[in-house]
C-alpha cells in the first residue's frame, strides 16, 4: 500500500472495528431453531445458474461471497439465503460486463409485463 | 506468471502461529475472532488461488499455502467454559499467518 494513502487516512477507520456484516462468529445471537424445508423452483434454478456461470468461467465462488458480504447489513439479515445468491449473481455479472444495467432493467420490464397480462 | 506457480511453505505441521491482527476493508478470508490469536499448524492442505483476490475477479496468483490451524477454545474466548483440551480448527492463508 503507499505510504501516502496510510497517513493520509491515518485516523478516518477505527482499526479495530471493521467486521463485515457476515462475520459473526462469536457475537450474540438468537437462538437456532433447525428445521427442514424443500427448495422453492426459483432456488434450484438460481443454484444452477452459479453451476453454469462457474464452468463457463464467467464469476468464481468469491465473487459470490464478496458481493454478499456488501449487502447492507438490513438486507443481509432481511432476505433468503438464495435472493442473496441471485443478487450477488447480478451484481458480478455487471461488474464483469456480461450483462449490462440496461439489458437487465429491459428485461425485468419484459417479465414484469408478461406478469401483469396473465393477471 | 503461471497457474502452477506457488509461494514457498514456510510452516510445518506442530509449528506454532499467530494470526495477523489486520482489519482490512475487502473480502477476508479470516474469521474476525481469530485474529490475533495463536495456534499449532495441523496439517498443510495445499496451495490455491488467493481467494482474496479471486473475488476481485483477479487471477491470485501466486497460489498460497492453506493450512489447518488448530486453536484451543480457551485461547479464543476470554470467558470460555468448557474443558481445557477444546479446540477449534480453522483453515487460514499462509499470508495471514506469523512464526
Redesign the interface.
Known sequence: MPALFSSFFAGA?P??????VH?I??LPADELVPSEHDYALWEKRVDALMVLLSRKNL??V??L??NI?SLGADAYDKMGYYERWIYAITQTLI??GVITIDELGSRIADVQARVDDAN | MTQTESVAPLFRAGDRVRVREA???G??RT????RGKSGVIERFCGAYPN??E????RPGLPKQPLYRVRFRQADV?EDYRGKDEDTVDIEIYQHWLQP
Not at chain 2, 479471486?54 to 475477479?57: F, T
Open positions: 477507520l482499526m479495530k472495528t471493521f467486521r463485515g462475520d462468529g462469536g464469476m468464481t468469491d465473487e461471497r464478496r458480504e461488474q464483469r | 482489519y482490512p476493508i473480502h477476508v474469521p474476525y475472532y481469530i481467494p482474496e479471486l473475488a476481485y475477479a474466548w
